[in-house]
């Protein structure tokens, strides 16, 4: 079992960065692929970016390509976003995920989930 703690949310001016960490418990972090999900007020839950296990792929969701960047750190059990160029838009909570297969962009396919960090995005 992994447990997901994220952190480094909070409000920022439109066009600022942030960089959100999502640490894992256990010795097990390489053998799981990560995501980050993002969920607006009255929205589903939405795919942003997924991390393969050796950190060798990642994919993007077209909303945040060329402004977010996942990236891992298997030593340290912990997944990353950047989030640069942030837009009013972008204002959500944002979970990591844990699953255990190969980069997957369906929240039904992770089995575990921190508990959210919330961005907000001043205009």
Request: charged fraction near 15%; include cysteine; charge should be positive.
């Amino acid at each position: 079992q992994v447990q997901l703690v994220e952190s480094g949310g909070g409000l920022v001016q439109a066009g600022g960065s942030l960089r959100l960490s999502c640490a894992a418990s256990g010795r097990t972090f390489s053998s799981y692929a990560m995501g980050w999900f993002r969920q607006a007020p009255g929205k589903e839950r939405e795919f942003v970016a997924a991390i393969s296990k050796s950190a060798l792929d990642a994919y993007y969701a077209d909303s945040v390509k060329g402004r977010f960047t996942i990236s891992r750190d298997n030593a340290k059990s912990t997944v990353f976003l950047q989030i640069d160029s942030l837009k009013p838009e972008d204002t959500a909570v944002y979970y990591c995920a844990a699953n255990r297969g190969s980069i997957v962009t369906t929240p039904q396919a992770y089995a575990y989930w921190g508990q959210g960090t919330q961005v907000t995005v001043s205009s």
